[in-house]
């Protein structure tokens, strides 16, 4: 079971930027990879996800635009480069191997937190 790492968190204002790192301990090459935030109070939710070969990418309408997703899989790496924060974008950020539904599954890491300010 492949471990994943996030990182990159911060608190930063509204329309700053931030790029989050997903770090796993195995290869991630074969796996479709997504990010999932979780607000306060509120179920986690789908933001982003990339194929295994990085040749597609699926995205939140809540982020299109503004968020993108990518990976190294050299490095067993995945980024989110986040733009034109806004405050409704703080939550916890979880990386994770999704099927092909990108439904979730496997072991969850521990999420790096992210804090928009207005």
């Known amino acids: 079971q492949v471990q994943l790492v996030e990182s990159g968190g911060g608190l930063v204002q509204a329309g700053g930027s931030l790029r989050l790192t997903c770090a796993a301990s195995g290869r991630l090459s074969v796996y479709t990879m997504a990010w999932f935030g979780q607000a306060p109070g509120k179920e986690r939710e789908f933001v982003a996800a990339?194929?295994?070969?990085?040749?597609?990418?699926y995205y939140a309408d809540s982020v299109k635009g503004r968020f993108t997703i990518t990976r190294d899989n050299a490095k067993n790496t995945v980024y989110l480069q986040m733009n034109s924060l806004k405050p409704e974008d703080t939550a916890v950020y979880y990386c994770?191997?999704?099927?092909?539904?990108?439904?979730?599954?496997?072991?969850w890491g521990q999420g790096t937190q992210v804090t928009v300010s207005s």
């Open positions: 990339i194929i295994w070969s990085g040749g597609r990418t």
């Open positions: 994770s191997t999704v099927d092909r539904d990108l439904q979730h599954f496997g072991a």
